[in-house]
């Protein structure tokens, strides 16, 4: 069986953890083992400041329940929480707000996470909770009860696999280091491929910090054209760019004679939906990142595709 073959059959065969009911089988790349407990707690200390700026209490919330390890897609349910908790923020003018994290069983193997996001907004109409939930069934289920005190509670359920570890979990400074180590050892040349400055100039950052060097290109035509002149071990590629963008700009790559053709592409994409992926890989990418991404991110995707 040929690589591609492989690669196709795996993505068949994967569970449909990280699907809810939706059923879309998710790429293994995009499973990863996380911490629930740290995914929800993240989501809350990255609007902290912005709850304190209104006057806001924010907390997050843990049940026992929750297993200390998970197999799943935790990009995209990282990205499911930070939305219920914004548009939570967004409309809540006075009192609090918590995110909380409970699960249940689900199967051999298996546990439902289920997570919440409690204000006291004013009770969303029908429309405003299907704008709301719709773009998140992909993920899993989801929906908006409200409160018997006032308020909405927000939730999302997502099925994954409960993972046992003997040893603690790897931290996030832990990663990091590790990551970072690899990078150093390993070096390379890195394509970074984006519309914004703000964007290209965290990325690059974040890539020299790691010892990596970084090479700028504000779009399509400018990425083809570096691509014929210089010689690259990854490009990061933003997907949404005027006139070329980066699902053309990948095929045009893709069309151009070995060795140019084979570079490994990672989408930098702030849609990280499973047809917004199942895009990214038809036009020839590799891998993604989800936009806003952290070093870890950029060098965990680096470090699955460069050997």
């Known amino acids: 069986m040929d690589a591609m073959n492989r690669e196709a059959t795996e993505r068949i065969a994967q569970p449909a953890v990280g699907a809810g009911v939706t059923g879309t089988v998710v790429p293994r790349s995009a499973l990863h083992v996380f911490v629930p407990a740290d995914l929800t707690h993240a989501a809350a200390l990255e609007l902290v400041e912005a709850a304190a700026d209104k006057g806001l209490w924010l907390d997050s919330l843990i049940d026992p329940s929750a297993p200390p390890l998970a197999r799943g897609d935790a990009a995209g349910i990282r990205q499911a929480v930070r939305r219920l908790a914004e548009r939570a923020l967004a409309a809540t003018d006075r009192g609090h707000i918590a995110v909380a994290l409970s699960a249940e069983l689900a199967g051999p193997g298996l546990c439902t996470?289920?997570?919440?996001?409690?204000?006291?907004?004013?009770?969303?109409?029908?429309a405003q909770r299907d704008a709301l939930t719709e773009p998140l069934r992909v993920f899993g289920r989801c929906g908006c009860e409200e409160r018997p005190d006032g308020g909405n509670r927000l939730w999302f359920a997502v099925t994954v696999e409960a993972v046992e570890a003997d040893a603690p979990p790897e931290s996030a400074a832990d990663r990091l280091h590790r990551l970072t180590a690899w990078a150093r050892g390993r070096g390379g040349r890195i394509l970074v491929v984006d519309d914004s400055a703000t964007n290209r100039t965290i990325a690059a950052a974040l890539l020299r910090k790691a010892g990596l060097t970084a090479t700028l290109a504000d779009g399509g035509v400018a990425?083809?054209?570096?691509?014929?002149?210089?010689?690259?071990?990854?490009?990061?590629?933003?997907?949404?760019?005027p006139e070329v963008d980066g699902l053309a700009a990948t095929a045009a790559i893709r069309a151009l004679p070995q060795p140019l053709a084979g570079v490994p592409i990672i989408a930098m994409t702030a849609h990280a939906f499973p047809e917004d992926r199942t895009r990214c890989l038809a036009a020839g990418m590799d891998d993604y990142v989800a936009k806003p991404f952290q070093a870890v991110d950029l060098l965990e995707a680096l470090a699955r595709r460069l050997r």
């Open 113 to 126: 996470l289920r997570f919440s996001v409690s204000d006291t907004a004013p009770p969303l109409t029908p």
């Open 223 to 241: 990425a083809l054209r570096l691509i014929r002149e210089e010689a690259f071990d990854a490009v990061l590629m933003d997907v949404a760019m």
